[in-house]
């Protein structure tokens, strides 16, 4: 490393990242409080500052560059990753012209199915950068227009909050349900009709319009990209959910002046292009649904037909009672009085509301867990614990907030019988026993379990996650209201982050303790080694902190000069095995829940 370069280096590492944060967040605040009051002049005068502050542009690249996890595709530039000094050049030069370049598409294989692939936009740095910088732009003003019952894609939101708002409006009654899908949503925005409905200033608008009309490159060769938003975009989310938005709204409007006593509006439960539409009355059901279509027409937009059913939570029709959403079922039960709940008022409500993982996603688990063991066929019993932990553990945290136990007890069965065809199989002429005994030890007070001798490694079981109902985000609130004890707090107890993680968020009170800051939903945590390993340090408990990915890389970066190493390639890297990836992005419908 060349010695201007290291200055570079620490000029980067040394800008006052707290403050720069605290500025840009309060800006934030800001322009969600004025677009909560409808004050449109007051959001774009501090959409503009936000735009050409500096803070905010470092911000932004500091998030493309370093807190991007599995990022590190190439756009049609070629660049991979940027060095301190890049990094402050780019912000130097972040400004919304108006131009914009094309995206490269790569093709990667599906999860699960090796001969299918999906195509993926990869942005050049630059634009990916100006991407974040608008988005921290819009963010805050949309955040405070969108729906309560909108939980997809957005910050402090989860899959786990829009289940509980479904399990809370059919709780005390058996309701009709719509259950629907938009067809290729991303892919078929219209273009104008979007630009209409983000209605922001001018510059932004200019840029949004070059992005959405900056076409595709695929092996060389250009494509025009007639609808759909932004490819592999940061904004891209945010702009799906401005299209969509707005169907509670035309349901509250069409339904206010009923004359019924005792009417409830109808619910619309959305997780992105996922929804649910919940009523006691099937015409008003139907009702919706066409409101629904009709909302979404201009946009470009239609219900899956394939996909879109109505359906009854407790009676059957069209088919078996019940629907699935986001990979949970969620049904109801004729019960008799011992097993019924009750009403508010006390009455029985003879059935019962059982929200459970769905069967696609218990096949699917299943699928993968025999995978995993067959691609590791002949690999040492370590490699397959260290292997199979993440798929066993992510998958029962996600399902750790309903009625999973009979499911984790049936697939821990299942994970046995594999388990053990890949142990005979290795040692044919050896007894069973012995084979068995190599394999699984049994510790005091348990049963057996699979384990390298001595315990050294052991591997967990779907059945060990603690059952935890999940306490559902309140009505409209947002991340942009400030209030960082709430959402601190909700981040700890979210089913999402591993148990030690939470341990460690309750024990720092939901701050990073590098720099001050609290823990965002969406940040980069990582758990690091007070004292570095390298330096003698103890992997145990009191020697954890969590922190945020950059705030690591810093740290870690000084750990190497205090220990007299400033050379890159001679430093052990330390292991950061507990990274945890952003909760909001999460692919629609559940349908891979650790990843
Ligand atoms: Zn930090």
Known sequence: MTTTES???????????????????????????????????????????????????????????????????????????????????????LKLDGKARPVRRVWIPKPGQPNEQRALGIPVMKERALQRLVQSALEPEWEARFEPNSYGFRPGRSCHDAIEAIFMAIRYKPKYVLDADLEKCFDRIEHQELLRKV????????????????????????????????????????????????????????????????????????????????????????????????QLKPM?????????????????????????????????????????????????????????????????????????????????????????????????????????KRTFNYLDWVLCSILLAWAFRRHTGKNKGWIIRKYWSRTPGKLWTFQTPGGKHILPEH?????????????????????????????????????????????????CWECGLYFRDGDLMEVDHIIPRASGGRDAFHNWQLLHRHCHDRKTAEDRTAAGTNDNRQMIEEPCDAKVSSTVLKPSGGSDPVA
């Not at 250009?222 to 989310?237: A, D, K, M, V, Y």
């Open 463 to 511: 059945s060990q996650t603690p059952i935890r109902r999940h306490l559902k985000v309140i009505g409209k609130r947002s991340i942009y209201d400030g209030d960082w004890v709430y959402w601190s707090a909700r981040l700890g107890r979210c089913p999402d982050v591993p148990a030690r993680v939470s341990k460690l968020l309750q024990n720092q009170r939901g701050t």
């Open 7 to 93: 200055t570079l280096m620490d000029e980067w590492n040394t800008l006052p990242w707290r403050k720069l944060e605290r500025s840009v967040f309060k800006l934030q605040q800001r322009i969600y409080q004025a677009s909560n009051r409808g004050d449109i002049k007051t959001v774009h005068r501090l959409q503009r500052l936000l735009l050409n502050s500096w803070a905010a542009k470092l911000l932004a690249v500091r998030k493309v560059t370093q807190d991007n996890q599995g990022k590190k595709t190439a756009g049609i530039d070629g660049i991979k990753s940027l060095t301190p000094s890049q990094r402050l050049t780019l912000s130097q030069n």
């Open 199 to 294: 209605k922001t200033l001018p510059q932004i608008r200019r840029q949004l319009k070059a992005w959405l009309q900056a076409g595709v490159i695929d092996q060389g060769q250009w494509f025009r990209t007639e609808s759909g938003t932004i490819q592999g975009s940061p904004l891209s989310p945010l702009l799906a959910n401005i299209a969509i938005h707005g169907i509670e709204e035309a349901v509250a409007k069409k339904y206010t002046r009923n004359p019924r006593r005792g009417f409830y509006l109808p619910i619309i439960v959305r997780y992105a292009d996922d929804l649910v539409a919940v009523h006691d009355d099937l015409n008003i059901i139907r009702e919706v649904q066409e409101l629904i279509e009709m």
């Open 300 to 404: 470009g937009l239609r219900l899956k037909p394939e996909k879109t059913r109505i359906t009854h939570t407790l009676k059957s029709e069209n088919g078996p009672p019940g629907f699935d959403f986001l990979g949970f079922n969620i049904r109801q039960y004729p019960v008799g009085k011992t097993h019924s709940g009750k009403s508010p008022q006390g009455n029985l409500l003879g059935f019962k509301t059982i929200i459970k993982p769905a069967k696609s996603s218990i096949r699917r688990q299943a699928r993968r867990l025999k995978t995993e063991i067959a691609e590791r066929r002949d690999a040492g019993q370590q490699v397959l614990i260290k292997a199979l932990r993440p798929v066993i553990t992510g998958w029962g945290r996600y399902y750790s907030t309903v009625v999973s």
